[in-house]
């Protein structure tokens, strides 16, 4: 089997690389990554073997080379920050939608799965636990980046192509090309760096989806080896967590300080989103946000 990987060398599509090469029945890992964030370490710490790299943007790369090659695509490339789509709201969906675009047109010309990498925070506020049972749930974006992911999962739904949805929660944990803009990772950082953790007030005692990335490669291994393509939709969380419990932990292991600040969010109230549905098709659940917090601290602080 080739997989294609757009966007391989970031936070997730390193851990996914370093694991899918060590798997007999992938023969090819093909990376599409234009390095906009300078991820360089995620390829350099990598086998070679297997690994084949266009330094491209998907927006510019000429796809039809790949024609009658690959068997699925992990479409990870994106611009990713939350936080900072508003202030380039326009330019985040701009970018993202036809990043998508260009790679859906691939994926029906060569007829393959897809597996698009979303996100939980497509939810955005809700009352309601968002489970299976619960498919009335309204879409109810807080961001920018909340609205491209919106957009582009209903590009992928109206091409009637082979696909999988993975909604994924905040990632936690480390990978050669982690990224410390997201909750746990960050105030691991901070933490460890002896800089105060910057908390959003709105968001302390509000519950929210974690993901470990140990489950999210997991995850995406396990739609690839059951071929779940079949215009597939799951929520892929390990747990949902209060900020404050998130800060409780880090203070086991480290004095702390805690800046409260604002944010442009305006989600307000807690969400939890269960992943019943990848656990019925026969997933399993491994990792733990503490124990990712703990393995982080014990690698960062000197
Ligand atoms: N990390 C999370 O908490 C999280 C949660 C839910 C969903 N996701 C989604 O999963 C995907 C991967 O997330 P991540 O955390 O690894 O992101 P990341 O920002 O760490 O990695 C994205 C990678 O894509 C590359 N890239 C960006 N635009 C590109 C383009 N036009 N052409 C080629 N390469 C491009 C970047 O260089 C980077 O290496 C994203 O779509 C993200 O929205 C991430």
Redesign the pocket.
């Given at each position: 089997m080739k997989v294609l990987i757009?966007?391989g060398?970031?936070?997730?599509?390193s851990a996914l690389i370093a694991d899918l090469i060590n798997n007999k029945k992938i023969k090819e890992i093909i990376v599409?990554?234009?390095?906009?964030?300078n991820?360089f370490n995620s390829y350099i710490n990598l086998k070679k073997k297997k690994l084949t790299v266009f330094d491209?943007?998907?927006?510019n790369f000429n796809f039809n080379k790949l024609n009658n090659i690959v068997d699925c695509v992990i479409h990870?490339?994106?611009?990713?920050n939350a936080e900072k789509s508003f202030e380039q709201g326009a330019k985040v969906i701009r970018?993202n939608l036809n990043?998508t675009r260009k790679v859906v047109e691939f994926v029906k010309k060569n007829n393959i799965g897809l597996i698009f990498?979303?996100?939980t925070s497509v939810y955005g506020s809700q009352f309601k636990i968002i489970n299976s049972k619960n498919n009335l749930v309204c879409l109810n974006p807080q961001s920018p980046y909340a609205n491209s992911k919106i957009l582009e999962e209903e590009l992928i739904k109206s091409k009637l192509i082979k696909y999988c949805i993975m909604r994924?929660?905040?990632?936690s944990g480390f990978s050669d090309?982690i990224?410390f803009h997201?909750a746990v990772n960050k105030f691991c950082y901070q933490a460890a760096f002896n800089k105060p953790l910057s908390v959003w007030t709105k968001f302390y005692r509000k519950k929210r989806p974690y993901l470990s990335l140990v489950d999210c490669v997991n995850s995406i291994h396990f739609v690839i080896k059951k071929k779940l393509f079949n215009q597939i939709l799951f929520d892929v969380v390990t747990e949902n967590l209060k900020v404050i419990e998130i800060v409780s932990e880090i203070k086991k292991y480290k004095k702390i300080k805690i800046n409260y600040v604002q944010t442009k969010m305006l989600n307000q109230f807690s969400y939890e989103v269960h992943s019943d549905k990848i656990i019925n098709y026969g997933f399993k659940f491994r990792g733990k946000i503490f124990k990712d917090i703990k393995y982080l601290l014990k690698n960062l602080i000197c």
């Open positions: 757009t966007g060398f970031g936070h997730i599509g599409i990554d234009n390095f906009i964030t991820r491209e943007d998907i927006l990870l490339a994106a611009i990713t970018y990043g990498a979303s996100s994924f929660g905040t990632i090309g990224r997201t």
